[in-house]
């Protein structure tokens, strides 16, 4: 059988059948009105000057007599005024309106600064800055492999299963490791870790004090999120050491919470500006490496070894009106799902020792399912927030008819690129970011930042979002008005979102962690990269 030729006229009917479906619902009002306008202008226009001119003065005439009626009703007896008032009625009248006006104009006012009082706050995002590893610690594939082969000189298998977990990760050869695991064997120890803390978080936070101008004792709010590193004193107390911090600032350390402990700071930093007005709030996201590299044979733990890699990122907030004409970007949701209450969820990303005694991060096979799970509860809590009407209408239908109706119809995908303008999918791994460039029928380019992220930087854990966002400003792609949705995945297991909307269009930057290779990109990325 000749195959046939695919019904390009009938495939094209329906996209502009969609796009004319969209554009009618998305503008409703203005479809509404303007064919009205038209013939309202012409019955204008039959009308003369004077003609018009007097149903001007009927109407204000009516408006007045109608508010002092209502006025005399509630207030006095309208006979008695008439009798025992030394005013002409026509002058009453123009008494009492004003009373009225007067009167309505407060009330007006009153309910204005009651709901502006009751407003949130604005969260605006002034700048951000991400940490840049020095050339010394670039672990190109030949060096990780030499070094996997000589720790693992027992374990052939597990070095096999490594370089082919690499050739197939989508990372390039310039990610970056701590200086404690480029020696043979890595030393962990407590003091190297600290030392990778200081390089990687003072480094981010001295680029994002030059940026803004804000001086340390500026900062109100100081909040740090690290996994899987929290020594005591926390490493927020040691961002305050560090930078002389005022003694009432509010500190918060949090740990253990994954890769999308990032959105989780973003989410505390707005609930506290809430509270606090005029205040600045420092958010720091990072993941130290150094304590969690594991040496041992577990195929399921040795994976993190393979994408993990150093990175950070300094962000202030503030809820000032005044910096809201200088911020990148405002704040408008942060949605968090939570899947702890299901044990699969739960222990999908764990922390464990393996048979040996070994300490590492294992991985469960069930982890892509389970993320799309959370991603479905995430992107259904935040569609309403920020779909347009056509997709939420459609959305609706569908679940419908198969839920009222019992249809066989398939899930309808709400098409998110009618709500956002850049995505930026938490660099997790290749198959994250193809798995949700399939399930929300995002483009090529869509998830270019979180491909190029991960080719350049690795997993960088709660701090690539922020990598991602930088390489989109330094493409020159990021406009006033875009839209900017944030997609990270934790252990727990979490998913969480943040939208934020662009203030003024952003330029090609100087600075940054893509300063010097931003030329580069994109590149492309082979399926495999044979070792």
Known sequence: MPQRSPQFPISLKLKYVKLGYQY???????????????????????????????????????????????????????????AYSTLPIPHLWDYTGIVVVLYSSFLIIFASILYFMSRPRGVYLIDYSCYKPPVSCRVPFSTFMEHSRLILSSEPKSVEFQMRILERSGLGEETCLPPAIHYIPPTPNMESARKEAEMVIF????????????????????????????????????????????????????????????????????????????SNAVVVSTEIITPNYYRGKDRSMLLPNCLFRMGGAAILLSNKWADQWRAKYKLLHVVRTHKGSDDKSYSCVFEVEDSEGKAGISLSKDLMAIAGEALKSNITTIGPLVLPPSEQLLFLFSLIGRKVFNLKLKPYIPDFKQAFEHFCIHAGGRAVIDELQKNLQLSSEHVEASRMTLHRFGNTSSSSLWYELSYIEAKGRMKKGDRIWQIAFGSGFKCNSAVWKCNKTIKNLSDGPWSDCIHKYPVYIPEVVKL
């Open 24 to 82: 009618l619902v998305n503008n409703f009002l203005t479809c509404l009105l303007v064919p009205t306008m038209p013939f309202f202008l012409a019955q204008v226009i039959q009308l003369g000057p004077e003609e018009i001119f007097n149903h001007w003065n009927s109407l204000q005439y009516d408006f007045i007599k109608t508010l002092y009626s209502s006025f005399a009703s509630l207030s006095y007896d309208r006979d008695k005024v008439c």
């Open 203 to 278: 480094s981010a936070m001295d680029s994002l004090f030059k940026k803004t101008r804000v001086k340390p004792k500026d900062i109100d709010i100081l909040i740090v999120n690290c996994s899987l590193f929290s020594p005591t004193p926390s490493l927020s107390a040691m961002v305050i050491n560090k930078y002389k911090m005022r003694d009432n600032i509010k500190s918060f350390n949090l740990s253990g919470m994954g890769c999308s402990a990032g959105l989780i700071s973003i989410d505390l930093a707005r609930d506290l500006l809430q509270v606090y007005p005029k």
